[in-house]
Each structure stands twice: as structure tokens, then as C-alpha cells.
């Protein structure tokens, strides 16, 4: 087989980027040429050094503290019930109050809290406290001396390459902690981050493997993804709701260019959007890491014409806390969040999980709607070879969350009459550690009986939550970055695209004087038709997975959106309103 003139490859966890010399070259690339060009993860470890006294005075950090929540049980059961279509209290979603009152601590204990860390070496910095909106996280920003006085600590500067962060020189759990406080006080602390555990390192692998994990297909554009799945049918959305508008979620330093999102736009022939409010670090808009934001933000922009907001958390990890307590801080943020990112379940620790998930369901109680890249290498997010069992993403495994499969667009023939088939990179399977809702239990009973050949039993947990929930086109998008247009394959092309059209139903809920939508998961495998069923391809791994089926599977979720379909299914009859005849 002749060798791809690859030009630029680049992935990060949900996608492959790839230029090559010219269509037919890539045609050419087949089983027996599978080019490898390196592992993004760094191999080199942390590296301490201690820091001179002066500079404790003056460099900061920030440490989280996360305290016990109250009453999580019964958010379960509220969370459940709002997001049940057959419940009385469908969408009748909580406030800000509602949850402070249910799982947060008393404002005299985080007023007793404050105070006694204000305390604390109070003549040596400045010292800023922020405490969530809920009572359950408070954050501690000043400089390393009296961080290191309030938590009886030495800290040290951890390198590794150009990065460096402030961690305790004696590292540790940060379940068992240290701090100066009354025993009262600190009892109610369940750990602390940022200060006794180093970054959790990320597996990333650039391949490029087209004909074997399903990055071919055809090109795929704003126009195409518009016209196929039916939204040129529907016009502008004016609600007046500045919570019907939608947002994207970008972590590891990545950032876009402005000028390359308006020219794609203006290439495609789509409404200008450009991002109106960006949430979080700034540092990053010199950044050189533009592929990822960008295929999410062109497309989430393009797919429908919303007003568009960025929510940013530094730091080189997939910090799911800081950005849903980013998010609920901020007044009037979008209700429609793309977390187009991912990475294996067993990459986080169980506490990490927990407190993530929790975080979601609060989000999902208080009408959010987020949705996600279901992963890549199929059923094995973790891409090792050969595996004793899969290795699920994560957070597409979250019940709290909507996962979006990735499907690629064919000319059909007789032997494939289907243009939509699963792509054989698209995460699936089953949770690790989250119980199966049982809201999918009987798709999943369905599925897992309907006579389609399975993996072995031993391969995954089939009480586990299943994913993903529906998908859309993933392969191939064509992205701006820089002076020419990217190939961008993955479920984080799938994912924004999902999530524009549900931020378009929310937007005409609103516009409706309708609640917003929430979690939408319970309603789509109630309903057990979003518009596509896709019943050809496969989600697999190391030669194991998960076949596409009439139905809900593994591979493809549901299918893919129609937006008739879709729209009816989340919003009713009012759709029609905005629907051109």
C-alpha cells in the first residue's frame, strides 16, 4: 500500500487531525499501513524542587476544599423525578436556593470557616476566599507561605517540561489532609485538592488508521450536516432568554482564532456567530493548541445560529469541578453545555468520579442539559492492547450527562444501502461505576437479547450505564485552522453538533414561556426514536465491540437526530412555529 504525504497530525483524546496530500492518498491507507507517530502523553516525571523563601511571599496558588454534602439521596430521587416525562414534576427544576438548602453547609458554619482561615498567618499576604454557590466547595487563593501555615505544609515547585504547578513537598491522598482549624470545622471537610495530588496525566495516541477505525466516509461540512438532518427547515430563534443561547466547554490549554471561526462561517455561506462571552483563563488565546476548540466552536456555532459562550479551566487535566462550579457561579449561563472531552473511567480516581458526578446532577436538578463525546477507540477508551476488559469513558458514562456517538457519511450501494454507518472509533459500552439507570434498562435488556453477536461477558459490565445515547456524523469535518481546512474525525465532531440542536429546542422552549430542557436522557429512551436509527457498522477495538442494531445499541446510541424528529420529541408542537414552510 502507498504511504499517506501526511502533512500535520495532532490528537487530543476525542479526535484525529490529519492532512494528507490529496484524497486518493488517503484511500491508500489500509491495514497494512498503519503510521504511528507518537504518544502526546509525557513520559518525564513531576520533578520538586523547593522554592526560595522570598518567592513564597509572593507566587500563589489556589487550593480547593471540598466539603460533605447533605442529603445526596434525596437530590438523586428530586433529580430523577424532574427529569422523568411520566413524572408529576417533570421540569419543575431547582434553584440556586433550593440546593443550598438540600446538600450545602449552613452560612454560619462557612461564615465559622472563613473566619478561621482568614486567621490564619493573616499578616504575611493577601488571602481570597470563594465559596460556591451551593456551600459544598470553597476555594483558598494566596501566597505559598500562608497556604503552607494554614495547611501545615512545605510547599515545592513541581516541574514537568515547560509546566509547573505548587504542590506539598510530602504528597499524599487528599482525603487525608492536614489544615489549621478546630476539629469542629474540619470534620466537615471530605478533601482537599491541588495541593497534596499531582495532575492526573491523560493518554493521548496519535494513529492514523483510516480504513481500519473508520476515519473515512465523506467530507463533512456545515451545509451537509444542515441539509441531512433537516435544519434548514428552521429560522431564528428570538427569545429574549439569555439562557436560551449555548456553550462550549475547553479544557488543556486549548483556544481558538476568532478570525478562522468568521471565515469558515463566511465560507460555508452561514450566519457570522462569533463567541460573545468567554468564561475563564485568557492566557490561552495566544495559545498554539487550536484544533480541538476549534472543531468544537465552528461547528457548534455553524450547526445553528445561537448566541455562543466559552467556559475555559486551566490546567493541563480534565477538571470537571472547577468548571461546573465555573458555570454555576456565573450569572445567566447558557443552560446547553458542550463538555466535548473525555478520557477513561479508571484515569480518575473513585472520589474524582463522585464529586464529578454529583456536580452533574445538580446541574441536571437545576435544568442543564450537557452532552459529550461518547470517546474514542471504541469500547476501550484507555486504547490499550490486548485488555482484560474495556475500559469505558468518562464523563459519557455518567447518567447526568448526554452521550454522542460518531457515525460516518457513505455514498450508498447495494451492498451498503445505508449512507449513515457507525464508526468503528466510537466510544461504547458500559460504565465501570455507575449502576444502569432504569430508564434504559429495558433498551438495554433489548439489546443485549436481540440475537446480535456480543463481546464476552467478561469484556464489560452489562449493569452498568450503557452509552452512548444517540450519535451524528463525526468523521471527517473540515476544520479552519490557520491558512487551509483540517480533516477532523471523532465523537467531539459529533458532539457539538448534538448539542447546538438541543440548544436550539431549549432556545424554543423558552421562547415559548416552556421550561428549559434539562436532562434530556430519560425522554430519548422513552420516546426510542431521535430520527435515524443506524443498524450498519460497529464500535470497536483491538478487533472487539459492539455491532450497530435496530433499536438502542452500543455503537450509535439511538442514531442520529432528524431535526422534525428531534425537535417534536423535545419541544411539542410549538417547533412549528419556527419551522419554514
Not at 504511528?36 to 520533578?47: A, R
Not at 421540569?91 to 449552613?106: A, M, N, P, W, Y
Not at 509546566?163 to 470545622?185: C, H, K, M, Q, W
Not at 425537535?567 to 417547533?575: E, Q
Request: aromatic residues 10%.
Amino acid at each position: 500500500a502507498g504511504l499517506v504525504a501526511v502533512t500535520t497530525l495532532v490528537y487530543r483524546h476525542n479526535f484525529v487531525l490529519l492532512g494528507v496530500s490529496s484524497p486518493a492518498s488517503m484511500r491508500r491507507v489500509t491495514l497494512a499501513c498503519l503510521i504511528v507517530l507518537g504518544s502526546f502523553t509525557s513520559t518525564l516525571p513531576w520533578e520538586g524542587r523547593q522554592i526560595e523563601e522570598d518567592r513564597k511571599l509572593i507566587d500563589e496558588t489556589t487550593v480547593r476544599i471540598e466539603l460533605f454534602q447533605r442529603n445526596l439521596d434525596i437530590l438523586k430521587d428530586l433529580t430523577d423525578e424532574i427529569s422523568d416525562p411520566n413524572s408529576d414534576t417533570f421540569r419543575q427544576f431547582l434553584t440556586h436556593d433550593d440546593v443550598k438548602e438540600l446538600i450545602g453547609q449552613s452560612d454560619d458554619f462557612i461564615r465559622r470557616i472563613t473566619a478561621q482561615i482568614h486567621s490564619v498567618a493573616s499578616g504575611l499576604c493577601d488571602l481570597t476566599i470563594t465559596v460556591s454557590p451551593h456551600n459544598d466547595i470553597i476555594y483558598i487563593t494566596s501566597c505559598l507561605a500562608r497556604i503552607g501555615k494554614i495547611f501545615h505544609v512545605e510547599l515545592n515547585k513541581y516541574n514537568k517540561g515547560s509546566r509547573s504547578i505548587y504542590r506539598a513537598s510530602t504528597l499524599g491522598d487528599p482525603e487525608r489532609f492536614t489544615i489549621n482549624l478546630d476539629v469542629s470545622l474540619k470534620s466537615r471537610i471530605g478533601r482537599v485538592k491541588h495541593l497534596w495530588d499531582l495532575p492526573v496525566e491523560l493518554k493521548w495516541m496519535a494513529t492514523v488508521e483510516p480504513e481500519v477505525t473508520g476515519y473515512n466516509g465523506l467530507d463533512i461540512n456545515p451545509n451537509i450536516i444542515r441539509n441531512n438532518y433537516g435544519l434548514d427547515q428552521y429560522g431564528e430563534v428570538a427569545t429574549g432568554e439569555p439562557q436560551s443561547s449555548q456553550a462550549s466547554a475547553e479544557f488543556q490549554g486549548q483556544y481558538w482564532n476568532p478570525s478562522d471561526l468568521v471565515a469558515s462561517q463566511e465560507h460555508w455561506g452561514v450566519p457570522v456567530n462569533n463567541v460573545t462571552n468567554i468564561i475563564g483563563e485568557d492566557k490561552y488565546k495566544h495559545s498554539v493548541n487550536l484544533n480541538e476548540a476549534s472543531l468544537h466552536l465552528q461547528y457548534l456555532t455553524s450547526t445553528e445560529d445561537l448566541e455562543t459562550w466559552a467556559f475555559i479551566t486551566p490546567g493541563t487535566t480534565l477538571d470537571f469541578i472547577d468548571y461546573t462550579q465555573t458555570v454555576l457561579s456565573t450569572p445567566e449561563a447558557p443552560l446547553v453545555q458542550a463538555i466535548c472531552y473525555g478520557a477513561a473511567e479508571d484515569q480518575f480516581s473513585v472520589s474524582d468520579l463522585e464529586s464529578s458526578n454529583t456536580q452533574f446532577m445538580v446541574m441536571a436538578a437545576m435544568g442543564y442539559t450537557l452532552l459529550t463525546a461518547s470517546g474514542e477507540y471504541g469500547p476501550n477508551s484507555d486504547h490499550e492492547c490486548p485488555q482484560a476488559a474495556f475500559s469505558p469513558d468518562f464523563p459519557a458514562s455518567s447518567p447526568y450527562v448526554t452521550a454522542v456517538g460518531a457515525t460516518y457519511l457513505h455514498n450508498a450501494t447495494n451492498s451498503h444501502p445505508h449512507p449513515q454507518v457507525a464508526a468503528l472509533y466510537s466510544g461504547s459500552g458500559f460504565s465501570n461505576f455507575f449502576q444502569q439507570p432504569s430508564w434504559q434498562e429495558s433498551a438495554v435488556s433489548a439489546y443485549l437479547t436481540c440475537g446480535t453477536p456480543l463481546p464476552s461477558p467478561a469484556m464489560y459490565n452489562s449493569s452498568g450505564r450503557a452509552f452512548p445515547d444517540l450519535a451524528a456524523y463525526g468523521s471527517k469535518f473540515q476544520v479552519k485552522i490557520g491558512l487551509r481546512y483540517f480533516s477532523i474525525s471523532g465523537t467531539a465532531a459529533a458532539c457539538p453538533v448534538v448539542a447546538a440542536m438541543a440548544a436550539y429546542a431549549n432556545a424554543l422552549r423558552l421562547a415559548n414561556r416552556d421550561p428549559p430542557l434539562g436532562c434530556i436522557n430519560p425522554l430519548l429512551y422513552a420516546a426510542g426514536d431521535v430520527g435515524t436509527d443506524i443498524t450498519e457498522g460497529e464500535s470497536r477495538w483491538c478487533g472487539d465491540g459492539f455491532l450497530a442494531a435496530p433499536g438502542w445499541d452500543p455503537a450509535t446510541g439511538w442514531g442520529t437526530p432528524l431535526a422534525d424528529t428531534f425537535f417534536s420529541l423535545l419541544v411539542g408542537d410549538s417547533r412549528d412555529e419556527n419551522r419554514h414552510s
